[in-house]
């Protein structure tokens, strides 16, 4: 079967609330795919419904071939599991946390040791600790660990890296890129743009819906017309007048500086000199490369 993951139309409502509304797309195997969305977007209650923690109220997805509804259980024993939130055993150590999740699924820490011990060496100096007195870093390393104890052929991460240092982020995704080399299908969720180059394809998704689905290269390339980094002495006039400038389509907050989408008939010295009429000081303005946080804005507006 070449697709692990098929989702046809899935939506769930909690009261009036439509938190995923008419959702598909497929993940392939051995792929690394990302939901990439602010909080709210659904990514939660995706997880929540393809790892058979709830039913959906419409529409269809199967995991392995298998339905998410009728074939619960043998789902269950496939995937491994990550929740945003950490749900170990907080008064258990590390080591009687990996012992615990190991025999639920009727097997030992030792038969799937060689798959989990790149992750588990570098916390098992500390396999006497109790869960809850580990750092943000070693916890996720730990969840992890514990998710793939039992040899699962699909891991589902539910915004695995929130709360956790650069570092140990970056240390992460490098994880799941040798993980994927074993063949295993992960479906990730972030909220950070950052990480979603590290897929290899990502769904844009905002309000219980998917709003674009490719390879981060291709989203990036899709962007369309010439953008522009701008700053000022004060950056919210710049961004009161920029909004009115002749040819500026969108300006928007982007870290230290505004961007600035610019369509036909924009001219960067007669921004200039339209922003110094508006008595914007020490103005600086460049050409950059857009992002993928650009293109989740821009389909944002539409």
């Known amino acids: 079967m070449k697709n692990v993951i098929e989702i046809n139309n899935l939506s769930k409502a909690y009261g009036n609330v439509q ?14 795919f990302g939901l990439i969305g602010p909080d709210g977007a659904g ?44 749900s170990l055993y907080p008064d258990l150590t590390v080591e009687e946390n990996l012992n615990f999740f190991a025999a639920l699924f009727g097997t030992r ?42 040899r699962p052929s699909v891991l589902f991460l539910d915004e695995p890296t929130t709360g956790v240092d650069a570092v140990s982020r970056s240390e992460f995704w490098d994880m ?9 299908t992960i479906l ?10 590290r897929c290899d394809r990502i769904a844009l ?11 981060p290269q291709n989203i990036v390339g899709g962007f369309g017309g010439k ?7 004060n950056m919210f006039a710049l961004l009161q007048a920029a909004r ?25 010295e007669l921004f200039v000199s339209e922003m110094q009429g508006q008595m914007i000081k020490n103005l600086h303005i460049e050409r950059c490369e857009p992002t993928i946080e650009d293109v989740f804005i821009k389909l944002m507006q539409r």
């Open 19 to 32: 938190a995923l509304d008419s959702v598909s797309f497929s993940v392939a195997r051995g792929e690394l």
């Open 109 to 150: 820490v030792e038969e799937s040791y060689d798959l989990v011990a790149p992750i588990y060496r570098q916390i098992e100096p500390f396999k006497k600790r109790r869960a809850g007195k580990l750092s943000g870093g070693m916890k996720q390393k730990l969840a992890l660990s514990c998710a793939l104890i039992h």
């Open 43 to 86: 990514k939660t209650t995706l997880f929540r419904l393809l790892t058979t923690l709830i039913r959906p109220d419409d529409g269809m997805a199967t995991v392995e071939g298998l339905d998410i509804v009728h074939d619960y259980r043998a789902i269950r024993e496939q995937v491994g599991y990550m929740p945003g939130r950490f």
């Open 205 to 215: 998704c905002n309000e219980g819906r998917i709003m674009h689905i490719d390879t």
């Open 188 to 197: 990730v969720s972030t909220p950070y743009m950052d990480e979603a180059r």
């Open 227 to 233: 953008l522009y980094a701008v700053a000022a002495n």
């Open 244 to 268: 009115s400038a002749t040819g500026v389509a969108e300006c928007y907050p982007f870290g230290d500086t505004h961007h600035l989408v610019a369509v036909e008939g924009f001219s960067a």
């Open 176 to 184: 799941l890129s040798e993980l994927k080399t074993k063949g295993i």
